[in-house]
Structures are given as C-alpha cells and as structure tokens.
C-alpha cells in the first residue's frame, strides 16, 4: 500500500491518525500520548519515506512514542525503516503482531520447515524474529522474492551495529531453512568457490610465476581440485623461498642443488606449524618435498624450455615415514563401547558410528554415502555402495542383517531434505548423513565417539580406530588378504599386510614352540597359577577376582583382571529370563562385595570393571523382570 502524499496539507491525514488510534485501541494502550505523537510524526513528516532517507543518526532520536508510529507503519503500510534502523532499534514488539499481518504465512511456512529440519524451537523462532522479521518488514515480502543481496544487506548492517557472534547463529539457521525452501539457490554450508592462484605467488619471484601458475593449470585437467590447490600451496612455500635467497633469479634452469634446494630442504625439516607452533609431521615434510621434486621432474620431462639440466631432488630427500601398527580397540572395549553407541541419545551420529563399526569405512566415506547406498542384490543380500574416497575409487561392502537395520535408521533420521552440493563436483547429492539442513560434521562425529568411549570406560577413541577395528577382527577371523584389500578399499597390499602383523599365525605358533622349549629346558618363565588354599572367603581374598555364572576366579595382582572375565553377560547374544533372576541377583550382590574389596585395596581399575558390571547385570534383571 503506498501512502497518501501530504507535503501541502496543514495537519495530519485524519484517516491514518484515527487508524493508527482504533489499532491501539484495540490493544488496549490508546492514550491522547500515542495520538500526539501520531500527529506530530505526519507534521513533520507528511511523507514518512523522508523520514527513511535521513541519516541513521537522526532517525534513532525518536522518541518511543513515535517509534510505534514507524513500526505501525512497517507492519501495516510497507513503510521499509532500513536494515540499519531494525538493527538497532530491535523491534521484537513487531513479532507480536505479526500473526495480524500479510507476512504471517510466509513465517509458518519458515518455522514449519525448520521443525522439519530438526532445528529446536528456541532456535527456529529466534532465526525467524530476529532475522526473517526483518527481512520481510524491509523488503515487503514476499518469502520467495528474498535474495542473497537481502541477506547481504542485513548482515552487513548486523556486523556494524549488534553482536555478530551470537547474530551469525541465527543469519546460518534462516540461510539454511531458505536453502530447503528453494528461495535461495545456495546452502551456507556449500564450500565457497575456488579463487584464482595466483594470490598465492605474490611473495614469488615475479619472473618464475607465470612458470608456476601454467604449471598448475595443466594439472588441474589431470588431478582433483583440492589435489590442485594443496600443490600450489606446496608451491607457493617454495616460491617464498627462491624470493629470499635468490631474489634475481629469472628461469627455473637456474635452480642449483646447493645454493636452493638444500637451504629448501633445511628449511622444511625444521618447519613448524601456524596455529600452534609445533613441528610439523613428517607426512607433511614429505609432501612439501614430493611437490617440489614432482614440478621439476614434470618441467623436464614436458620439455620446457626453463627447466632444470639435471635432477635436484632425489629419494632419499624425502624424510622417513613411521609405519605405526593399526590402532585397533580390544574386544572387551570395543563391545562396551558399542554398547554405548546403541544407548546414545544422539541416534544420527552414534548410527553413523556404529556403520563405520560394522563395515570398515573412513569416515570421510560415511559423510559422503548417498541416500541411496544400499543395494539389494538377488542371491547376494545386501550391499554398501562406499562413493569415491581416498583414492578416487568405489567399492561394494556387503551388509548383515544388524548393519543394514543400523543404515534404515539413518535415513529414517534424515527425513526429506532438499539435495546439497557435493564439495568434490559441484553435483547435487541427496547425502545420507544429513542434519539441520547441512552435512554432519567430522567433529561432531569426534566429539559423539568420545562421548560414547568415556562412558565406555575408554580414555579415547578416534573415528579411524573402528576402521582398525573391524579389520583386525576380520584377519583374526582368517580372512584372505585379497578380501580384506577389496573391503577396505586398500590399492596395494602393503597397506593391508599391516593388519596380518598384528596377529600373525605363523609367529604365534614359533613363540609357542620356543617357549615350550625353553621351559622345559629352564624351567617355568612365569610362575604357574595353582589352586590358592583359602582361610577366608574368596570375595575378601587379597586377588583379583570375578564371579562367573557358575563359579569365580582368582588372579594375582600382577597378572591383572582377565580379558575373557565376564565376556558372556556383555555380548550382544547374551539372553536371560526370569527364571535366572535369583541367580543374577545373586551375582550383583557378589559384584557389589568385589567393588567394596577393590575400593578399600586402592585398585582402581577393579573398581571401575565391577561397576560396569553392577550397571548391565541391573540392565539384565530388569530385562528379565519386564520379559
């Protein structure tokens, strides 16, 4: 509605001064205070839209009273105050009347898809009162004619005149919910798009730069984009180089062994990091240098005419990598902390946990799995379709009948979303692990595996650790190398071999053999565990002790709890009935004894081992109780 012009009458139009007054009112805050000011804004300003072309300045010395009047105006006669004016004066009243206005739907339309998109309800109606409001009240609506540049201006204005840290919360939510509403074309969580390289070469010798960045391009047709961006950042540190010590150099073929490359070399062995100080890894002195090596002996072979005459980084350059042995999760952990998974309140990222569990996958693998992953197969069950990772390579998984109701689980949690932007091709992927409207986070991943091994009795775990896992069990189970290469996606057999020296049979069998031999030659290695006469009852001998289902076991201190005690109650088959409560009530009492036992001896292993068994043995008898 566009307001009347009164810039030669007299007083006030009457019909908005009499409509602005029947609205207060009608909220029962009419007063002859709210009429002045009325009259006195319309006096002043006979076409308000004056009003919005003054300086900010002097538009925030209203008073209170004629700010109703403006804000009477924006809801009801598309007077548009400006992003800066919402901004400070935070017109939260106007939230309140905005169900009487044309703007209501679009904001259930907000709020509603919101909910669908698992945002709580503090969070969604915060975004849309102190984001959406504004949005609509300066742009007159409606929902589906707001752009970028709208949410652009706002933001701006936010940065100049409030708190931005806790305002950015909200800007994130309202850009993700317009996202699935189609209104905008762009997710906020898309990665931002490439810039140009050759901000990374300002430190460069000017006359080698055109030789980096042509190099660069030709490799960006045959490597992946972020391959392309890590070398010229490699690049680039070794351009910053050649700039300190050989600030005249004009071609690559002037490159010497001594004079650059060793200094280079130096250089990056003693490199540390920005963020923290550190010194780098090893991994990554060895890329730095593979980078460099891999750009000269590509000028050379290419032919370029700027080339270096011989080689100038060889093999040996390179630091040695440690070769660690896979970090796997003992049995006994690793079925405590999957117990915790399965209890965990937090259903999308503890699934996502346990998928990695049971199939092998990185878990940058499971943050990119489509919605459509499982395949069913005829004669051959069903199957994981793991997307191009690592290596640039898909594979098939097959999936039990456990895993697969984990996977049903996840989409059922996901919900109808709109597709977002796969960050490696720029195509639109319907993406399993999907929340709030974005992709799950690795750190969120971390921080709910963390949560789930503390309460495991775990000092930590990594998302990598379960790829450990699930691979030593499959080589203890007897799997063949080429099987365990294909599930892990593993391009040579080196980095499978790595599992088999875990555990490998053909050592175990020359230990047995050995010790044998040397105990008969020498006699017993380690003291022989034989029956202990007891002169007290067995819960308060000074032991290591467990209570099994029909008997209990005792072991020296030294030799510790054993790996096996109690193993049945914990596992998944495990099954009771109410016709075995006295004899798991039994079972608690002793639990209980041996935790008092163990509490007074200052074993505070054994403490924590007995109370994880009081907590599944009350899981089991109120099971048994229910059943």
């Known amino acids: 509605m566009t307001l009347p012009a009164l810039a030669n009458a007299p007083s006030p139009e009457p019909s908005l001064v009499d409509e602005l007054t029947t609205w207060l009112a009608e909220r029962g805050t009419a007063s002859e205070t709210y009429a002045r000011a009325a009259r006195s804004f319309f006096a002043r300003w006979p076409d308000p839209d004056a009003w919005v072309r003054q300086p900010l300045g002097a538009r925030l010395r209203l008073n209170p009273n004629l700010r109703v009047v403006v804000n009477w105006l924006a809801l009801y006669h598309d007077l548009h ?28 339309r907000f709020l509603s898809v919101a909910a669908n998109l698992g945002y709580a309800e503090r969070t969604r109606t915060v975004a849309a009162c102190s984001v959406l409001m504004r949005l609509l009240l300066q742009t007159g609506g409606p929902l589906s004619a707001l752009s970028e540049e709208d949410l652009s201006d706002l933001a701006q204005a936010a940065r100049a005149r409030m708190d931005w840290r806790s305002f950015r919360a909200s800007m994130h939510t309202a850009r993700a919910v317009l996202y699935h509403l189609g209104v905008l074309d762009r997710s906020p969580d898309e990665p ?37 961006e890590k070398v010229a950042r490699h690049l680039a540190a070794f351009g910053e180089h050649l700039a300190a010590v050989d600030p005249a150099m004009a071609s690559f073929a002037e490159l010497d062994r001594r004079r650059h490359i060793e200094p280079f070399l130096n250089k990056v062995a003693v490199a ?25 002996t590509d000028i050379s072979d290419w032919g370029w005419p ?93 999936l039990d009948e456990e895993t697969l ?20 091709n720029g195509r639109m992927v319907d993406f399993l692990m999907v929340h709030y409207g974005r992709r799950v986070s690795v750190d969120r991943m971390r921080a ?39 599930l892990l996606g593993h391009q040579s057999a080196e980095m499978s071999l790595r599992y088999g020296r875990l555990f490998d049979a053909t050592v175990r069998e020359g230990y047995e053999r050995a010790l044998a031999l040397a105990k008969a030659r020498l006699g ?10 007891l002169d007290t009852d067995w819960r ?82 109120a099971r048994a109780q229910a059943g």
């Open 540 to 621: 308060s001998a000074p032991f290591i002790k467990a209570r099994l289902a029909s008997g209990y076991c005792l072991r020296a201190p030294a030799q510790g709890a054993c790996a096996y005690a109690n193993v049945c109650e914990f596992c998944p088959a495990f099954r009771s009935g109410a016709e075995f409560l006295t004899a798991l009530g039994d079972q608690r009492a002793d639990a209980e004894a041996l935790a008092v036992d163990a509490e007074l001896r200052g074993w505070g292993d054994e403490l924590a081992r007995h109370r994880r068994m009081i907590e599944r043995l009350d899981l089991l008898i």
């Open 524 to 533: 017993p290695l380690l003291p022989e565990t034989t029956p202990v006469e």
């Open 192 to 228: 931002p798009l490439p810039r140009s390289l050759e901000w990374r070469f300002a430190n460069s010798p000017h006359s080698l730069r055109d030789g980096f960045l042509g190099y660069l391009q030709r490799l960006g047709g045959i490597v992946s984009p972020g391959r392309a």
């Open 306 to 398: 700027d080339a270096p005459a011989r080689r100038l980084i060889f093999p040996r350059d390179l630091p040695k990598e440690p070769r660690p042995l896979p970090r796997y999760i003992p049995l006994d952990a690793d079925r405590r902390l999957q117990l915790a998974l399965e209890a965990s309140p937090n259903r999308l990222l503890a699934d996502g946990l346990l998928l990695v569990r049971a199939t092998g996958i990185r878990i940058g693998e499971l943050l990119t799995l489509e919605l459509d992953c499982v395949h069913e197969v005829p004669g051959l069950g069903a199957w994981l379709k793991v997307p191009l990772g690592k290596f640039d390579t898909e594979r098939m998984v097959p």
């Open 272 to 296: 540390t990091r920005i963020d923290n100080g550190e010194p780098v890894s090893v991994s990554e002195r060895r890329h730095r240098i593979s980078a460099v090596g891999r750009f000269l």
């Open 81 to 108: 105050p400006g992003y800066d004016w919402l901004v400070a004066t935070r017109p939260y009243t106007c939230w309140q009347e905005l169900p009487t206005t044309r703007h209501w739907p679009d904001v259930q």
């Open 448 to 486: 709910e595996l963390r949560r789930a091994a503390a309460e495991a009795g775990l000092d930590g775990a990594t998302p990598h650790q379960l790829r450990h896992t699930f691979a030593t069990a499959l080589v203890n189970a007897g799997i063949s190398l080429q099987h365990l290469m294909v």
């Open 405 to 424: 109701a984990v996977t049903d689980r996840l989409v059922a949690a996901r919900g109808p979303q709109r597709a977002l932007r796969h960050p490696r």
